[in-house]
């Protein structure tokens, strides 16, 4: 029986299967980059911080450790209930679109590991940053953790297969009309599944567009989860702090 279920956030993200595939994210380069993040904003003592795209809470559980009270959200039920086991006083989730504004503000809305540009309508990306905005308090800052694309487009892997829990993920990449594209194939437990990934390939100059239609302001841009400096061609990630 083929299972086919395209329309890829909305189910892709609310599998077991999209945590399989990605199990193997590295916590401590997420750890070192929320340290160096937190201690680049200079966070108030026991700040507030909105998790925007949490998926099962990696980065919000790690910031609640830091002395944060965090809130995570997320579009996806499954991942939402799992995080809810390591709620407390000072960390607490649940299921919101990042589309609309939250209904309290923070000293930093964080929106991490490219939770961005994979929606259906163009302008729930820029519907996006404006709700960031207002949940932003007057000193918060936002942060979006977005790809390279112009670093991932040159270096794309048309083709392979990642082997997971005994699963063949079957991965085949590609550009296609602005986005970049990943489809992904396999077969567990007798079915065959069939999900695609689309993100839009948005570079600094896109995201300098949609900050100046939201009315935010460009304050820094980092390469790479060491707050290193961008360069297009050669930094793996596009680290924009905003407010």
């Known amino acids: 029986m083929s299972k086919d279920t395209t329309t890829w956030f909305t189910s892709w993200f609310d599998t077991p299967f999209y945590h399989i595939l990605y199990k193997d994210r590295d916590h401590n380069e ?3 980059f929320m340290d160096a993040l937190s201690d680049y904003l200079n966070l108030p003592e026991g700040g507030t911080i909105l998790d925007l795209a949490c998926g099962k809470g990696r980065h919000a559980l790690y910031l609640n450790t830091l002395g944060y009270d965090v809130t995570g959200v997320d579009l996806s039920d499954n991942s939402i209930a799992y995080a809810k086991q390591f709620e407390n006083h000072r960390l607490r989730f649940e299921v919101h679109d990042m589309c609309k504004p939250y209904p309290k503000q923070f000293d930093a809305v964080f929106n991490l590991f490219t939770s961005f540009g994979y929606f259906d309508k163009e302008i729930d990306n820029l519907n996006t940053i404006k709700a960031i905005k207002t949940e932003l308090n ?9 790809m390279n694309s112009e670093f991932v487009i040159d270096n794309l892997v048309p083709e392979d297969i990642k082997t997971v829990d ?9 550009v296609e009309d602005g986005y970049i594209v990943k489809d992904i194939t396999f077969t567990a437990d007798g079915n065959d599944y069939n999900f695609q990934e689309r993100v839009r390939a948005f570079t600094l100059q896109d995201f300098e567009l949609l900050f100046e239609q939201a009315d935010v302001h460009l304050l820094d841009v980092f390469g790479d ?3 290193r400096k961008f360069n297009s061609k050669t930094s793996e990630r596009l680290v924009l702090i905003f407010k």
């Open 30 to 32: 997420a750890h070192n």
């Open 225 to 227: 989860y060491k707050l």
């Open 166 to 174: 005994g699963i063949d993920f079957n991965l085949k990449r590609y």
């Open 138 to 146: 007057d000193s918060g800052f936002g942060v979006i953790d977005f």
